[in-house]
């Protein structure tokens, strides 16, 4: 047995995120389209005597504590595998916090693939992703990665035929978006409104399996955005200079407030990050790509 084992593990956006009426749990339907892309959190898992102990070099205030995804993945392969050792779990993180990427759920999904190599478990994949379902409805996703379908509470994905490459501009907030809360105000905005179930989009999944990123960048939907928007108007803002400036599709990630701009390709996406940058709305802009795989072993493999 190898002493520590590092996980990659890409952040996502939703392509598409369709949210059908509230249910009497509390919940939402939800039909959307993740894809993952290339912003990673790195997880090192190692063995200590006893507990659970994790540590970041975020400056952002993640918890430490029960409450961290990780934690909580953790605890979850220890009682299930009956590890008796202690965990320690380093967080690298890059994903913005609160951002709308499934940063957290990104870092439980990572968690349970470095156990399973740490403890040579022999997990499957969809082994993983089930234990991930028990804990949130994006783990799964972080642990397959690619381009998916996700139903359910998004938690039940289906791999999506998607060719090719698609160059990605994200535009980062300094602070973020809880998201319970934009799900509240999408709630608030939608009242008296008549909500049909959600599906998803005949025309989405054509632009992906053609890999045609202008039709991809029209195709482009999601439901939270007027929410995250009625939260944070600066997005509005950053979606018309992102589009002003030829993105050819421009969109909020799941609930905010990453804003995804769709580039032509990478000299589009260059110049995109650079008038992003220089329009003095958004702070922080990177080029990223999209779909990569999901949580990968990098080392102690
Ligand atoms: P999603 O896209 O799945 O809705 P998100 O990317 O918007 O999620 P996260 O980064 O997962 O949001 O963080 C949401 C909250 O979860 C944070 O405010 C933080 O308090 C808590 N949290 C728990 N574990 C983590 C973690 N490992 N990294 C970041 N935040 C975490």
Known sequence: MTSEVTVRVPGKINLQLSVGPLQRDGYHELATV??????????????IDKGIEITTDSKSNIPLDKENLAYKAAEIMKKKFDIETGLAIKIKKEIPIAGGMAGGSA???????????????????????????ELGADIPFTIAGGTAI???????????????????VLALS????????????????REGLDISKPFVSDS????????????????????????????????????DVGLDYGALGGIVSGSGPTVAFLA????????????LT????????IRVAGPV????VITGA
Not at 111 to 131: Q, W, Y
Not at 155 to 165: E, K, T
Not at 174 to 189: A, I, N, Q, W
Not at 264 to 275: K, P, S, W
């Open 34 to 47: 993740f894809q993952s892309v290339s912003l990673f959190d790195e997880i090192t898992v190692s063995e």
């Open 107 to 133: 870092d439980a999904g990572g968690t349970i693939v470095a156990i399973d190599s740490l403890f040579s478990l022999g997990l499957k994949r969809d082994e993983m992703e089930r234990i991930g379902s």
């Open 150 to 168: 996700g139903t359910g509470r998004g938690d039940q994905i289906a791999p999506v035929l998607s060719r090719g490459s698609y160059n990605w």
């Open 174 to 189: 300094s602070s973020g978006l809880s998201t319970p809360s934009v799900y509240k105000e999408c709630d608030r905005l």
């Open 204 to 239: 989405l999944l054509q632009a992906l399996s053609h890999g045609d990123a202008k039709a991809l960048g029209k195709a482009l939907t999601n439901d939270l955005q007027p929410a995250a928007c009625s939260l944070k108007p600066a997005l509005r803002l950053i979606l």
């Open 264 to 275: 032509e390709h990478e000299d589009h996406a260059l110049d995109l990050v650079v008038a």
């Open 278 to 285: 220089s329009s003095g709305v958004v702070g922080n802009v």
């Open 293 to 296: 795989p999901g949580a990968r």
